[in-house]
Structures are given as structure tokens and as C-alpha cells.
Antibody
Framework: QLHLQESGPGLVKPSETLSLTCTVTDDSILSRDYFWGWIRQPPGKGLEWIGTISSSGTTYYNPSLDGRVTMAVDTSQNQFSLHLKSVTATDTSFYYC???????????????WGQGILVNVSS | IEMTQSPSSLSASVGDRVTFTCRANQGIRDYLAWYQQKPGKVPKLLISGASTLQAGVPSRFSGRRSGTDFTLTISSLQPEDVGTYYCQRYDNAPFTFGPGTKVHI
């Protein structure tokens, strides 16, 4: 059964780069049928889609993040990553990694989620 | 494309039929998903394609589309249905979420 696990620092200083890794427990990351996403949720607030990456590295980012997002995939390690630069306190959130379902034509919704990791931005 | 949801919260009794709405300000065809997030838990995909229930989702949940308006109905509200329900477009990036509807008993 697919399992996704986020890892990374729980505290990042303002103006620095937030970097998280998601480890995927099965080989679906090797398949062109699946895409991989990052979503965040400030405590007590709603969900925000951050970005999505394919196994070949094609990326889609939320334009509201003003070009601060970079994602990468490492299929040899069954991992994909998120880098969010120039963070401020408003980037304090739970960060979830997730898999989009089998995608034929359009990128399917997110059918498997990690448990999430809380990242605080504070000096 | 913006996604709106109404109401922002609702309170109902066990056994009630509840319906809430998600609206896209442009056409997204049937590319609308619904997620349930129980308190303190990870979001869970309930419905894709506006009306297709995911495996294991109780049949009391149903989704419908009328133009750019989408509804999620719980035919008989259960205590375990408490949480926040989010819609999400997935016709094209950005895969925007709606702000959510919080359901109380």
C-alpha cells in the first residue's frame, strides 16, 4: 500500500529557504501515469495547492507564490522535494505531500496524502 | 479560476440531509473533486469527476454538477461526517481549492 512521508526542518528563519522531501514507499513514482503534489494548510485555515511534478520532472506551480517555488523529483530514491525561498511568517503551515491519482488526459485529484509536517517560520 | 463554497459552515442533526455548494467562476467541465478533512486528520478524497465516489466512500455521499455549480450531498448525516469539506478544480493548473464548508452536528 502506498505511503508518503514528509521530512525536513520544523523551523525555518525568515528570508531563508524552506526545503522538504517526500519519500514514497512504492514504485508508482516511476510511472508516467502519476503526478506528485505539495499542498499546505496554515493552522486552522484552508488548503492551498503549492505545486505538482511529474516523474519526468514537468512542473506546475501556484502563481500566487510569486515564483518562490521549486520542485524536483528523484526517482532513484523514490522521493520528490519542495523548495520555497524567501519565506516569511505567512508561510507557517502544515505541508502535505500527496499523489495525484492515475492520470489519463488530465492530472487526476490527490488520492493519497502524507501525514503532513508543521513548518514554522520564525527567527 | 476562483472556487467559492457556501455556506462556510453549517450545523445539522444526525440523520439530516445536508447539501453544500461549490462554484467555479469559469467552466471546468466535470473536473471537480471533493475532499473531507476530519478534525486533526489528513484530507481524504471523496469524489472525483464531480459525481464519482471513491472506493470505500459511503453511499450517503453524492455529488452533482449543474453548469459551473457543484453540490455535495450527505443524505443522512452521521456523527463521523463532522469536518470540513473542500472542493478542488483539476481541469488545469492551478489546482485551486475552495475555502471549505465546515460541518457541525
Amino acid at each position: 500500500q502506498l505511503h508518503l512521508q514528509e521530512s525536513g526542518p520544523g523551523l525555518v528563519k525568515p528570508s531563508e529557504t524552506l526545503s522538504l522531501t517526500c519519500t514514497v514507499t512504492d514504485d508508482s513514482i516511476l510511472s508516467r501515469d502519476y503526478f506528485w503534489g505539495w499542498i499546505r494548510q496554515p493552522p486552522g485555515k484552508g488548503l492551498e495547492w503549492i505545486g505538482t511534478i511529474s516523474s519526468s520532472g514537468t512542473t506546475y506551480y501556484n502563481p500566487s507564490l510569486d515564483g518562490r517555488v521549486t520542485m524536483a523529483v528523484d526517482t532513484s530514491q523514490n522521493q520528490f522535494s519542495l523548495h520555497l525561498k524567501s519565506v516569511t511568517a505567512t508561510d507557517t503551515s502544515f505541508y502535505y505531500c500527496a499523489r495525484h491519482g492515475r492520470s489519463l488526459g488530465v492530472i487526476a485529484p490527490l488520492d493519497s496524502w502524507g501525514q503532513g509536517i508543521l513548518v514554522n517560520v520564525s527567527s | 479560476i476562483e472556487m467559492t463554497q457556501s455556506p462556510s459552515s453549517l450545523s445539522a442533526s444526525v440523520g439530516d440531509r445536508v447539501t453544500f455548494t461549490c462554484r467555479a467562476n469559469q467552466g471546468i467541465r466535470d473536473y471537480l473533486a471533493w475532499y473531507q478533512q476530519k478534525p486533526g486528520k489528513v484530507p481524504k478524497l471523496l469524489i472525483s469527476g464531480a459525481s464519482t465516489l471513491q472506493a470505500g466512500v459511503p453511499s450517503r455521499f453524492s455529488g452533482r454538477r449543474s453548469g459551473t455549480d457543484f453540490t455535495l450531498t450527505i443524505s443522512s448525516l452521521q456523527p463521523e461526517d463532522v469536518g470540513t469539506y473542500y472542493c478542488q478544480r483539476y481541469d488545469n493548473a492551478p489546482f485551486t481549492f475552495g475555502p471549505g464548508t465546515k460541518v457541525h452536528i
